[in-house]
């Protein structure tokens, strides 16, 4: 914690300094957004309350300096929530300094890095932590601190990034609603690594574009990002372990036309264990359907590991997506997730419009629908949610 | 003697050449030398600001900046980066395209609330750009390889004699099944009406305050689209254009969209 301490007061002295010495050509934007979220299963399988209140807020801060050779980035978010204390936090997503050379950038300080091509069963992203507290899907994610260089030629561009210290997955609390079955002990983690937290991650990427293709072959070696989640007996808890996991992936899109296909594949060896992952499927479009502007987009996806204890060991996904094409990019996505082990449903929607040119409106569902008691999210079952969400932005 | 002959020969060739254009070739011909009078650009950067009005008058702005790098192979298109400002929901979106002329472009969009830079399917180049009644196929407009050409006569257009042309889509996808059009003697188009799938009239383009750059090159500063159909109207304006300013052939690569991005 000491070493983020250090880093961003590192960055943050940078940054003041900067703006004394040049006339400063500068960004900032952002928004603030109100949410309600209302659960349609009453009190649920934890007893909580029927309806939530929060507040998300992201500010963006972009700087120029030395001519365009070098940049300043910060974007942070914070949220208040009503009911979970876990949901109160401020992450800084992105706080880094970039130096541009011809063939290489050189680049300090937190950063979200994505890797893969799959809409829904990201499974080879893993420089980051998710933020579970945010979304149990694992989609929303903590920045990192980490050192990266890439180099870049006409064959391709390779990254090394080099990461420092270690950020750990974040729980929604008691009162979050969903959450997991039993509370997560923050303060019972316990690593493979004797370095713990300050293990030394690294991890090394090389992508590149080869007509309709676009490919990725990538290595990480450090902790873990998904913790074992072990049941502590004395207090009915969850006790987080990280493992040190090495992993090989690979990620490839092929641009077809409409038809757009998509494979992830990773080999990992987690603490003893080796084990393998495949997820991909393909997403095709039909543009101006009934002679209209809107597309309708469809989206399937599977995902295979051949560990029994990974939610995601033989699911898939199906979705629709309409975009109307419209002054207000009005677009609604409807999903279905199944788990074809333990025949699991779950359905999502997601409609959004823009009310003007700096207000947007977001209303989410999930409804769960028959859930296998052996699966992660049985613990949700009852946590059926409709969300709207109001995002001013400045 | 023998050249003098020979420049007698190469004059009377070409004049029967010219004397024995027909329609499509003399179509073809204007579009091309129409084409190749906004060549040589080499690159542009410029802001773009767009008006959308709906038939009640209601207007909302979009803002834009854009580069755009000139493709000397003569058989491709050009490539262009385009970030988006304005409505503020989109800010920090960044779109890569690699033109091509009859084939599908190659796109990239950086999404920054997931960090994230997506190969997206271009095969809508007749989708409207941004909520406009602009279509992506409609900025490269003026590219003759595109379409079969005919001439059809000159007509008078806002007090000039133009030539009036009509020109058919060569590429499968396109939202039109012809277009019909004025260019002036300086080689600018002025106006072009288009035609929808079904062949009946959809929007009318007009090509407005001319401007000469770098000595050279007549660019519309200002496009006004009217929508026949749904009576919405854009006018989407360049500002602060610039020619020949010696970007990076390099920011038009995949690898530099995170870079260029905020």
Redesign the interface.
């Known amino acids: 914690m000491i070493y983020i301490k250090i880093l961003n007061f590192a960055l943050i002295v940078t940054f003041i300094f900067s703006f004394n010495v040049n006339a400063l050509e500068y960004?900032l934007?952002g928004?603030v957004q109100p949410e309600f979220s209302i659960f349609t299963n009453g009190d649920g399988k934890h007893h909580q309350s029927k309806n939530n209140y929060s507040l998300f807020t992201k500010g963006?801060f972009?700087s120029y300096l030395d001519e365009r050779d070098a940049k300043i980035?910060i974007?942070a978010i914070a949220r208040y929530d009503e009911k979970d204390s876990e949901r109160r936090y401020i992450d800084f997503?992105k706080l880094k300094y970039?130096q541009?050379y011809e063939n290489y950038?050189f680049k300090i300080g937190n950063e979200?890095?994505?890797w893969g091509?799959n809409e829904s069963f990201n499974i080879i992203d893993i420089i980051n932590q998710s933020n579970f507290a945010e979304d149990m899907t694992g989609?929303k994610?903590l920045g990192q601190p980490l050192l990266s260089l890439?180099y870049?030629n006409n064959y391709?561009?390779i990254d090394l990034y080099l990461m420092p210290y270690f950020i750990e997955r974040k729980f929604p609390s008691k009162n979050g609603r969903p959450r997991l079955a039993l509370e997560v002990d923050q303060n019972s983690i316990t690593y493979e690594s004797s370095s713990k937290e300050q293990k030394l991650d690294f991890a090394l990427r090389y992508?590149m574009?080869y007509d309709?293709y676009?490919i990725g072959i990538a290595h990480f070696h450090g902790n873990n990002r998904v913790p074992q989640l072990n049941i502590n007996p004395s207090t009915l808890k969850f006790n987080p372990h990280y493992t040190t996991l090495s992993q090989t992936s690979l990620d490839i899109?092929a641009?077809k036309?409409?038809?757009?296909y998509k494979l992830e594949a990773l080999s990992a060896k987690d603490g003893n264990e080796r084990h393998l992952g495949v997820a991909g499927g393909f997403?095709y479009?039909f543009?101006?359907i009934r002679?209209s502007?809107s597309?309708l987009g469809l989206v399937i996806e599977y995902s295979f590991d051949d560990r029994n204890s990974y939610p995601f060991n033989n699911d898939s996904v199906a979705a629709l997506r309409w975009t109307k094409?419209?002054?207000?990019?009005t677009s609604l996505l409807a999903g279905m997730f199944i788990d074809m082990r333990g025949n699991s449903n779950r359905f999502i929607a997601e409609y959004e419009q823009?009310i003007n040119?700096?207000v947007?409106l977001f209303i989410d569902a999930t409804f769960n629908g028959s859930i296998d008691s052996q699966d992660f999210t049985y613990a949700f079952e009852e946590d059926s949610v409709f969300s709207i969400k109001l995002?001013r932005?400045? | 003697m023998n050249k003098f002959l020979l420049i007698l020969f190469f004059v009377m060739f070409v004049n029967t050449n010219l004397l024995s254009e027909d329609n499509f070739e003399k179509g073809l011909r204007i579009a091309k030398e129409s084409y190749e009078s906004t060549r040589g650009y080499v690159d542009s950067e410029s802001d773009q600001l767009m008006i959308?009005v709906?038939p009640k008058g209601n207007e909302?702005?979009r803002e834009i900046s854009g580069k755009t790098l000139e493709n000397d192979d003569p058989n491709d298109g050009d490539k262009s980066i385009i970030f988006f400002n304005?409505?503020?929901?989109?800010?920090?979106t960044v779109m890569l395209s690699h033109t091509h002329v009859n084939d599908?472009d190659?796109q990239w969009l950086y999404l920054?609330a997931?960090?994230?830079?997506k190969?997206?399917?271009s095969?809508?180049k007749?989708?409207?750009f941004m909520?406009s009644e602009i279509a992506f196929e409609d900025f490269s407009g003026n590219d003759y390889r595109k379409y079969e050409w005919e001439f059809i006569g000159e007509e008078e257009y806002e007090g000039e004699i133009c030539y009036k042309l009509v020109s058919i889509p060569k590429y499968k996808?396109s939202?039109y099944t012809k277009r019909i059009g004025f260019t002036d003697k300086l080689l600018r188009p002025r106006m072009i009406e288009y035609f929808d799938?079904?062949g009946e009239l959809l929007k009318t383009l007009y090509f407005e305050d001319y401007q000469l750059y770098n000595d050279k090159i007549w660019n519309a500063d200002t496009f006004r689209v009217v929508n026949h159909q749904n009576k919405n109207k854009t006018i989407y304006k360049w500002i602060n254009r610039e020619l020949n300013v010696g970007i990076n052939k390099?920011d038009f690569?995949?690898?530099s969209l995170l870079?260029l991005a905020?």
């Open positions: 960004k934007y928004l963006n972009i980035t974007s997503q970039e541009y950038t979200i890095i994505f091509v989609t994610k890439a870049d391709g561009t992508s574009v309709d676009d899109q641009t036309g409409a038809w757009l997403e479009t543009y101006g002679d502007q597309d094409n419209d002054i207000n990019s823009r040119n700096n947007k995002a932005y400045f | 959308l709906d909302v702005i304005k409505p503020k929901d989109v800010e920090g599908d190659d920054p997931l960090g994230r830079v190969r997206i399917s095969s809508n007749s989708g409207s909520g996808n939202g799938r079904k390099k690569e995949k690898s870079r905020d």
